[in-house]
């Protein structure tokens, strides 16, 4: 839109000198604003620059502890596989028909107790057939023999000839033999049939029966879950645990050992002893499987066979051990080793030979006298030679050759 008024054309001019004035105020009042952006931060910067000067030129600051020495005993806590002392599996000797079962699950039963009976029809009538073969062997035999002992006396008067006696005495010895077999055979049919009773074969518990009366009873059933009953004395109770190779040496027969189940019994702690081991280490794990004992005869806290939980060893020392954070480690290509302080503040790298790990600590079985200062937590920036401010865990220790680190200075606040 266009405006109505014409533009006045008598305006006053502005003049060369008001526009230099005007100029060079703008150019004094944005050089002022620069300045009091510009200086403040220059000054910071330069003291950044300052303190990060100083703490470069500054010793780094390490923690460093001594190593300790310890004679308490230790305690090796490890998984631990509880089982019965004995458990079997009872599965049929002789072809049948189950004709009733006297036991079931859970029930207690002593070493000859019927658990159940078999009826083998097709074997008794087997024995029956041999025991009336043998009697007709033994008859002949009987008749042969007799025959035999009667053609022996007519030898002083030649009533008969050697020949004949020879035959006489070799059918004699052939009837024996025929009543032998037969006798073998009637002694294996009544060894089958004395299988139609099934009887536990020591003091426990029946944990499992997998038949039935009137099922069909097979000798060739030899296969898993196939048996007729599953047996286990738990009056006493077998506890495996795997022993590192560290600890396997000190692990002695009949030493005390306590097992915990906390998912069971929390804070129970049940009493036993270390019975026997395999004598060897397992070459894949390193570990010596070793036998525990345990009595279960507690009716309160009753031990399930198959249970998991903890068996506890307390190991006593012998001699003296050193032992450093575990955190102090260091581990390297050539092994294991140590951050050591020296008198003159500088950082030593010293291998050692590590034993048992407890967790915050561990064993140096060699590599140390006893007497160094250790860092405590080395990091990236330690290098071999550097020169370090140590500086002591322990309240109101001062490690040798250290001094107190210096404090950066402060900054100072805008």
């Known amino acids: 839109m266009k405006s109505s008024e014409p533009t006045p054309e008598d305006l006053p001019k502005v003049s060369p000198r ?108 087997d024995l029956e057939q041999a025991e009336a073969n043998l009697k007709q062997l033994q008859a002949n035999y ?36 025929a009543v032998v077999s037969a006798a073998a055979a009637v002694d294996r049919l009544k060894a089958l049939t004395g299988f139609e009773t099934i009887r536990a074969p020591f003091d426990g518990i029946v944990t499992a029966r997998n038949y039935d009366v009137g099922a069909l009873i097979s000798s060739a059933n030899i296969g898993p879950g196939q048996e007729l009953f599953d047996v286990a004395a738990d009056d006493r109770l077998r506890v495996y645990v795997n022993v590192p190779q560290a600890y396997a040496p000190q692990i002695a027969f009949d030493q005390p050992v306590t097992l915990a189940l906390e998912q069971n019994y929390p804070g129970r702690k049940f009493t036993g002893s270390v019975r026997r081991s395999s004598g060897t280490l397992d070459p894949v794990t390193r570990t010596l499987r070793t036998e525990l004992e345990f009595k279960n005869n507690d009716p309160v806290y009753r031990i399930f066979p198959g249970m998991y939980g903890e068996a506890v060893f307390t190991i006593k020392r012998e001699a003296p051990v050193l032992t450093v954070p575990t955190s102090a480690l260091l581990f390297e290509g050539d092994g294991k080793l140590v951050a050591v302080v020296s008198a003159e503040n500088k950082i030593h790298f010293a291998k050692i030979s590590p034993g048992s790990d407890h967790g915050t600590e561990i064993e140096v079985v060699a590599g140390l006298k006893g007497d160094e200062w250790i860092v405590s937590n080395p990091g990236e920036q330690l290098t071999e030679g550097v020169t370090v401010s140590p500086v002591s865990d322990t309240p109101g220790a001062t490690a040798p050759g250290a001094a107190a680190p210096a404090a950066p200075p402060p900054a100072n606040e805008k």
């Open 18 to 125: 008001a526009l230099t004035i005007i100029a060079a105020v703008l150019v004094l009042a944005l050089a002022g604003f620069f300045l009091l952006g510009f200086w403040p931060r220059h000054n910071r910067i330069k003291e950044r620059e300052e303190l990060a000067r100083t703490l470069r030129d500054q010793p780094l600051v390490v923690q460093v502890v001594h190593p300790k020495t310890t004679k308490k005993p230790v305690t090796l806590t490890l998984p631990a596989d509880v089982r019965a002392y004995a458990a079997t599996a009872l599965y049929a000797r002789i072809n049948g028909y189950l004709a009733s079962w006297k036991a079931d699950i859970n029930d207690r039963v002593k070493q000859g107790d019927v658990l159940a009976v078999i009826a083998a029809p097709d074997t008794d009538a």
């Open 142 to 177: 009987d008749l042969t023999l007799a025959t035999d002992q009667r053609y022996q006396g007519l030898v002083a008067t030649q009533g008969v000839t050697q020949q004949q006696l020879d035959q006489f005495h070799s059918a004699a010895e052939q009837a024996k033999a």
